[in-house]
């Protein structure tokens, strides 16, 4: 019979008593990471559409700049 696993959806829920310490440090450090790469394309994404809504309304960056100051 195969051996069931669980899956933990956040870091808050109980870890398995079988799991090594090394294997939840390197679980955790796949967490942030996954967690810094998924801001930087939020961030990216967000950036992306400024851009579009600028161009539709015909404002280059460097008159959105020069309006700043």
Known sequence: MPEKFTFFETETETEPEWD???RRILTRKLYRVD???QTTDNKLQQQHQHQQQQ???GCTKERHNANAF
């Open 20 to 22: 090594d310490p090394h």
């Open 35 to 37: 967690q810094m790469f």
């Open 55 to 57: 161009t539709k309304r």
